[in-house]
T-cell receptor
């Protein structure tokens, strides 16, 4: 099955600086890569996603890049703000014939924005 | 509010017991997913249902079972509970269960096995 590795487990950055979280996946058939944000005590929420036919996607201060050859994808947050503090999960999923497998999540990155 | 409802919010039980977690998906969503979240394992996919039928299975133990009913709500049954089953159990839903659909998560059921 799919295996997703996520680094770092904790990331502390100064407010206003950029943050980068990296993930690698094992299944070359995976073709969908979402990122979820989970604030303390709350549910995970989708913040951005990318499909395998796209190399980069941007939404305001958030961007995701995908390198299919190397099987890794990254989340980039620019101009970080206090409300960006949360745990971020990357995930991978493949569609195989009759159905879609569930998302395989990385173990999460705790992003801390220092004032 | 995601529109996905999970009950109960908290559950405390003893080893060896059996519990049932309930999930009501967003209105119009046909697919329901169950995930287990623990500190050491992160978010683990357990099982997915689509319109009443099992669609995909992940790391779900044999002691665990689930079903989706005609009204599309789902239940996750956990039996012969062990200390290690203590975790936050999330239900999520999506419209068709397709690969690139956004998942909407419920607020979770915190299970404590003592």
């Amino acid at each position: 099955g799919e295996n997703v590795e996520q680094h770092p487990s904790t990331l502390s950055v100064q407010e206003g600086d950029s943050a980068v979280i990296k993930c690698t996946y094992s299944d070359s058939a995976s073709n969908y890569f979402p990122w979820y944000k989970q604030e303390l005590g709350k549910r995970p929420q989708l913040i951005i996603d990318i499909r395998s036919n796209v190399g980069e996607k941007k939404d305001q201060r958030i961007a995701v890049t995908l390198n299919k050859t190397a099987k890794h994808f990254s989340l980039h947050i620019t101009e970080t703000q206090p409300e960006d503090s949360a745990v971020y999960f990357c995930a991978a999923k493949r569609y195989s014939g009759g159905g879609a497998d569930g998302l395989t999540f990385g173990k999460g990155t705790h992003l801390i924005i220092q004032p | 509010d995601s529109g996905v409802t999970q009950t109960p919010k908290h559950l405390i039980t003893a080893t060896g017991q059996r519990v049932t977690l309930r999930c009501s998906p967003r209105s119009g969503d046909l697919s329901v997913y169950w995930y287990q979240q623990s500190l050491d394992q992160g978010l683990q996919f357990l099982i997915q249902y689509y319109n009443g039928e099992e669609r995909a299975k992940g790391n779900i133990l044999e002691r665990f079972s689930a079903q989706q009913f005609p009204d599309l709500h789902s239940e996750l049954n956990l039996s012969s509970l062990e200390l290690g089953d203590s975790a936050l159990y999330f239900c999520a839903s999506s419209v068709h269960g397709a690969t690139n659909e956004k998942l909407f998560f419920g607020s979770g059921t915190q299970l404590s096995v003592l």
